[in-house]
């Protein structure tokens, strides 16, 4: 049995639409905060479960019976919250009897203990201390994040505005994220490995060019010197200093192909065909 945690997430509901091109459906079940609201999981032949991060107690149960879970990362701000979570998951998990547990860590988790990949660090030295099999999945950020609907606001205009002084940026996409996670759940060469995922390095400049090439409008790029109020004008102070470059091909070799690219990510964005 294969069992997903947060499924009726953007991310959950991903994996669990390709899990199910990759076995039966009973072999399936969806850990979910709202059982109600997942009858379209049901439907689907998937056994849907209450499992709730918030309450421990109802975690056990969720997880029975599972070969492999997928612990996705909780949305949780705090990061003392986040880790109480992830903590009382893994003890779960392991009360459970679960075969081999995949989180889904972000980069550098590994190494810087602080910051945004506090939590994470803990949850990886948790998971060690456990004694459970498990496979790390170290997450970029989402190219959602910056690859959105909005951009047709900018195509409209036929300007693009930048704040992350045209450096890299190594996001992947959410769709891809997903699939990794199908493979891993479902081949056994992954238990025991820690794979640090990028998509390919991709500008603002090259986002600009992109837009103008799938709308066939021409959109120029437009330097923003002001910082952006809200959390995408820290995640472009984050691009600005580099944070943002690393690259690695794990992700590449997990999906067995190349991950989107821009130009892809933007033509799906636009249903537009892409070359």
Known sequence: MIVVSAASGALGTRVVDRLLTRCPADRVAAVVRAPDRAAGLAARGVQVRHGDYNT????????KGADR????????LDPQHRVRQHRAAVDAAREARVGVIVYTSFLSADTEPSGLTAAHHATEQ????????HTLLRHPFYSEAFLNPGLKAAADAGELTDGTGGRGLNTASRDDLAEAAARVLTEDHHVSRAYDFTGPLWTYPQLAEAL????????????RPDRLPDAQGWLEEQVRAGALERQTDDLQRVLGRPATTLEEAVAALFGAPSN
């Open 212 to 223: 103008t090439r799938v709308t066939g409008t021409p959109v120029v790029l437009r330097e």
């Open 56 to 63: 421990p107690d109802t975690l056990v149960d969720a997880f």
């Open 126 to 133: 948790a998971l060690s201390a456990a004694g459970v099999p």
């Open 69 to 76: 879970l997928l612990l996705i990362s909780s949305p949780e």
